[in-house]
């Protein structure tokens, strides 16, 4: 299956089920404070097994591929965590899910689960906007002597600002799915009007500016 195919597939399913919708027209706000004509949640994916199962196989397919040595599936909290368990019991690895900050009680943990230094992992992600908690995670398994062999996402907005970090932290991120694609899709299946094109791709390229239509 092309990367091409997978991107558009995940696409049609994200808009299908509702974790992503488009509305130029009438902005989203989030806590961030930033006007967005997008709203993407991909918890929701969990709640259709045909959705999650196909995520699970792509993101399996792939480590199999790219990441064949790979020794613990690790999520990011919380978004992460069920799909980064879905596919660690179908590769029969170990599982350990990271915390955006370490716990203020008890063991005061940041990975959650057992894992070695040395241990190679491939880490599961849910959405990569800004890369701040995606980030975060790298650096956790990375201070407790882990090799990061790479990260899955199910979509990314493809900000500049998150692709800069994560070449500069020397992290290979693989997306099932992207904001390009899903516009493109968004229009060959009339969910979006041709002249909403330009508002969507001016906004993915200043989010933090983009005041509406």
Known sequence: ???????????????????????PAKPYTWVSGWKSPIY?????TL????VRNYIKDRFTEIIKS????VEVIAGVATGAIAHGALVAHELNLPFVYIRSSVKDHGLENQIE??????NKVVIIEDLISTGGSSLKAVTALREANCQVLGMLAIFSYSFQI?????KKIACEVTTLSNYNQLIELALEINYIKPEE???LKKWREGPGNWKGM
Do not use: W
């Open 1 to 23: 299956m092309s990367n091409q195919t997978i991107a558009k597939t995940t696409a049609k399913y994200l808009l299908q089920i509702n974790a992503i919708k488009l509305q």
């Open 40 to 44: 993407c949640d991909n918890r929701k």
């Open 47 to 50: 709640s259709y097994p045909e």
């Open 66 to 69: 790219k990441y064949p040595d």
């Open 113 to 118: 689960g057992h894992i070695e230094p040395g």
């Open 162 to 166: 998150s692709e800069n970090s994560f």
């Open 197 to 199: 094109v330009d508002i």
